[in-house]
Protein backbone atom coordinates (compact mmCIF):
# COMPACT_ATOMS: atom_id res chain seq x y z
CA UNK A 1 0.00 0.00 0.00
CA UNK A 2 1.72 3.65 -1.16
CA UNK A 3 2.32 5.40 1.73
CA UNK A 4 3.46 8.66 0.53
CA UNK A 5 1.66 11.10 -2.03
CA UNK A 6 3.63 13.30 -4.30
CA UNK A 7 2.80 16.28 -6.32
CA UNK A 8 1.80 15.12 -9.63
CA UNK A 9 3.67 17.67 -11.45
CA UNK A 10 7.24 16.01 -10.06
CA UNK A 11 5.95 13.06 -11.67
CA UNK A 12 5.76 13.57 -14.34
CA UNK A 13 1.95 14.88 -15.03
CA UNK A 14 1.50 18.10 -17.18
CA UNK A 15 -0.81 19.62 -14.76
CA UNK A 16 0.85 23.20 -14.10
CA UNK A 17 -0.82 26.04 -14.48
CA UNK A 18 0.82 26.50 -17.98
CA UNK A 19 0.41 22.65 -18.81
CA UNK A 20 4.53 22.47 -17.97
CA UNK A 21 5.51 19.65 -15.34
CA UNK A 22 8.65 20.01 -13.13
CA UNK A 23 9.74 15.83 -13.23
CA UNK A 24 12.14 14.72 -10.72
CA UNK A 25 13.48 10.91 -11.82
CA UNK A 26 13.27 9.70 -8.16
CA UNK A 27 9.64 11.27 -7.49
CA UNK A 28 8.21 9.67 -10.54
CA UNK A 29 10.12 6.37 -9.71
CA UNK A 30 8.11 6.22 -6.42
CA UNK A 31 5.33 6.70 -8.16
CA UNK A 32 5.89 3.85 -11.13
CA UNK A 33 7.58 1.89 -8.06
CA UNK A 34 3.93 2.09 -6.50
CA UNK A 35 5.54 3.81 -3.17
CA UNK A 36 3.07 6.68 -3.88
CA UNK A 37 0.00 8.48 -5.52
CA UNK A 38 0.63 11.66 -7.53
CA UNK A 39 -2.34 14.20 -6.81
CA UNK A 40 -2.74 17.82 -7.92
CA UNK A 41 -4.82 19.10 -5.90
CA UNK A 42 -5.59 22.09 -8.01
CA UNK A 43 -7.15 20.33 -10.24
CA UNK A 44 -8.72 18.14 -7.89
CA UNK A 45 -10.14 21.64 -6.59
CA UNK A 46 -11.61 22.02 -10.13
CA UNK A 47 -9.10 24.29 -11.55
CA UNK A 48 -8.56 24.26 -15.41
CA UNK A 49 -5.22 23.46 -16.90
CA UNK A 50 -4.19 25.34 -18.52
CA UNK A 51 -5.22 28.39 -15.50
CA UNK A 52 -4.12 31.94 -14.47
CA UNK A 53 -1.41 31.60 -11.79
CA UNK A 54 -2.21 32.58 -8.54
CA UNK A 55 -0.52 33.46 -5.48
CA UNK A 56 -1.54 33.64 -1.59
CA UNK A 57 -2.51 37.38 -0.52
CA UNK A 58 -3.77 37.61 3.44
CA UNK A 59 -5.92 34.17 3.80
CA UNK A 60 -6.97 34.32 0.37
CA UNK A 61 -5.71 32.97 -2.92
CA UNK A 62 -6.01 35.01 -6.21
CA UNK A 63 -5.93 34.53 -9.45
CA UNK A 64 -3.28 36.84 -11.00
CA UNK A 65 -6.40 38.70 -13.25
CA UNK A 66 -7.98 38.81 -10.09
CA UNK A 67 -10.62 36.59 -9.41
CA UNK A 68 -10.43 34.95 -5.93
CA UNK A 69 -9.99 31.27 -5.86
CA UNK A 70 -10.04 30.36 -2.21
CA UNK A 71 -13.11 27.78 -2.54
CA UNK A 72 -11.10 26.02 -5.37
CA UNK A 73 -8.15 25.82 -3.80
CA UNK A 74 -9.44 25.07 -0.54
CA UNK A 75 -11.47 22.07 -1.71
CA UNK A 76 -8.75 20.72 -3.64
CA UNK A 77 -6.66 20.50 -0.83
CA UNK A 78 -9.78 18.99 0.79
CA UNK A 79 -9.69 16.47 -1.56
CA UNK A 80 -6.43 15.54 -1.70
CA UNK A 81 -6.04 15.36 1.64
CA UNK A 82 -9.01 12.62 1.84
CA UNK A 83 -6.50 11.03 -1.04
CA UNK A 84 -3.55 10.79 1.56
CA UNK A 85 -5.82 9.85 4.18
CA UNK A 86 -7.50 7.27 1.86
CA UNK A 87 -4.15 5.41 1.14
CA UNK A 88 -2.18 5.77 4.91
CA UNK A 89 0.21 8.05 3.86
CA UNK A 90 2.70 9.64 6.66
CA UNK A 91 4.63 11.80 4.36
CA UNK A 92 4.11 13.64 1.01
CA UNK A 93 6.59 15.15 -1.26
CA UNK A 94 5.71 18.60 -2.76
CA UNK A 95 6.63 21.09 -5.44
CA UNK A 96 8.14 24.05 -3.59
CA UNK A 97 6.88 27.65 -3.56
CA UNK A 98 3.72 27.06 -5.05
CA UNK A 99 0.75 28.18 -3.45
CA UNK A 100 -1.00 25.04 -2.88
CA UNK A 101 2.01 22.50 -2.53
CA UNK A 102 4.64 24.90 -1.40
CA UNK A 103 6.51 24.60 2.37
CA UNK A 104 8.20 27.03 3.91
CA UNK A 105 8.47 29.44 1.48
CA UNK A 106 5.90 30.72 -1.08
CA UNK A 107 5.54 33.68 -3.77
CA UNK A 108 4.57 36.61 -1.69
CA UNK A 109 1.44 38.06 -3.47
CA UNK A 110 2.80 40.64 -6.10
CA UNK A 111 3.46 38.07 -8.93
CA UNK A 112 7.03 39.08 -9.12
CA UNK A 113 8.76 35.61 -8.09
CA UNK A 114 9.27 37.42 -4.79
CA UNK A 115 9.16 34.60 -1.91
CA UNK A 116 7.80 35.05 1.83
CA UNK A 117 7.34 32.85 4.72
CA UNK A 118 4.77 30.58 4.66
CA UNK A 119 3.07 27.17 3.29
CA UNK A 120 0.71 26.51 0.54
CA UNK A 121 -2.46 25.27 0.92
CA UNK A 122 -2.51 21.48 0.80
CA UNK A 123 1.06 22.05 2.68
CA UNK A 124 -0.62 23.39 5.85
CA UNK A 125 -3.44 20.98 5.78
CA UNK A 126 -1.27 18.00 5.35
CA UNK A 127 0.66 19.31 8.60
CA UNK A 128 -2.58 20.32 10.47
CA UNK A 129 -3.16 15.90 9.94
CA UNK A 130 0.12 14.94 11.07
CA UNK A 131 1.44 14.29 7.48
CA UNK A 132 4.98 15.30 7.02
CA UNK A 133 6.01 17.34 4.27
CA UNK A 134 9.27 17.26 2.23
CA UNK A 135 9.30 20.04 0.09
CA UNK A 136 11.00 19.33 -3.36
CA UNK A 137 12.48 22.27 -5.35
FE1 LIG B 1 2.08 20.77 -9.00
FE2 LIG B 1 0.82 21.02 -6.69
FE3 LIG B 1 0.67 22.97 -8.48
FE4 LIG B 1 -0.60 20.69 -8.96
S1 LIG B 1 -1.04 22.09 -7.30
S2 LIG B 1 0.68 21.81 -10.40
S3 LIG B 1 0.77 19.21 -8.01
S4 LIG B 1 2.51 22.29 -7.43
Known sequence: MPKKIVSACLAGFHCRYDCA???????????????????????????????????????????????????????????????????????AYLKSRSPMCGQGKIYDGTFTGQLTEGDGVFSKLLKQHNIKVISID
Open 21 to 91: HQEREAIKLMVENGEAIAVCPEQMGGLSTPRTPAEIIGNKVISKTGPDVTDAYTKGAEEALKMAQMVGATE
